[in-house]
């Protein structure tokens, strides 16, 4: 089943203590995306990566890093959380055929920094 | 810049009614747009996409139909079900040469009664 997973699905965690959160595609997809959902904002886009090796910055970056080393990861890394960075995370990916594909979402990151 | 504005919820129906969620947008360029669903605990799946103006764009009953004179597109079913209850977002995306960042609306929560 093509699917896009992520790692954990509920986190509840303390001001500075390093994190991961993984993200996982099975369908070979080049492009990946990291988005946060906050009430009232919608889904707004961390950093992105058009293939290994490649990323970017989004929207919203400040506070986190990336890294592609194989194409179908793409964690998501908070070295330093803060309370501000309490929110629902989404991992997406697509292929990159046309630009107007379809983006997959993962179920979801819900994280709690105390 | 771009954004997309959607109407507030949550839109409370019973069974069988008509459903309107209201969608406008402003974009710099020329933007495909897309109806996004979040089922309780699960991420988002794409609903319906309209790539160019006057396309409708339907799925599972759900329409919506670029309209570029008024910046909108709005969604619609003819007769919801409870298991059409869920969080509904609009989203728009311009081409680019890379980043393919969705600009989501706030979402709208419908809730179904039987």
């Known amino acids: 089943e093509a699917q896009v997973t992520q790692n954990p699905r509920y986190l509840i965690t303390v001001t500075g203590k390093k994190l991961t959160v993984t993200c996982s595609q099975n369908?070979?997809?080049?492009?990946m995306s990291w988005y946060r959902q906050d009430p009232g904002l919608g889904l707004r886009q961390i950093y992105y990566s058009m293939n290994v090796e490649v990323t970017d910055k989004g929207d919203v970056p400040e506070g986190y890093k990336v890294s592609r080393k194989e194409k179908r990861n793409f964690p998501l890394i908070l070295e330093s959380p803060s309370p501000n960075q309490t929110s629902l995370y989404f991992c997406?990916?697509?292929?990159?055929?046309?630009?107007?594909?379809?983006?997959?979402f993962g179920p979801g990151t819900r994280l709690t920094v105390l | 810049g771009n954004s997309v504005t959607q109407m507030e919820g949550p839109v409370t129906l019973s069974e069988e009614a008509f459903l309107t969620i209201n969608c406008t947008y402003t974009?710099?360029?020329?933007?495909?747009l897309f109806w996004y669903v979040q089922y309780p605990g699960e991420g988002l799946q794409l609903l319906l996409k309209?790539?160019?103006?006057?396309d409708k764009g339907s799925n599972k009953g759900f329409e919506a139909t670029y309209r570029k004179e008024t910046t909108s597109f709005h969604l619609e079913k003819g007769s919801v079900q409870v298991s059409d209850s869920a969080v509904y977002f609009c989203?728009?995306?311009?081409?680019?040469?890379?980043?393919?960042?969705?600009?989501f609306g706030s979402g709208t929560r419908l809730q179904v009664q039987p």
């Open positions: 974009a710099t360029g020329y933007p495909s």
């Open positions: 989203a728009l995306r311009v081409k680019d040469t890379g980043r393919r960042a969705l600009t």
């Open positions: 369908m070979n997809h080049e492009y």
């Open positions: 309209a790539t160019k103006a006057d």
């Open positions: 997406a990916s697509q292929g990159a055929r046309s630009s107007y594909n379809e983006q997959f």
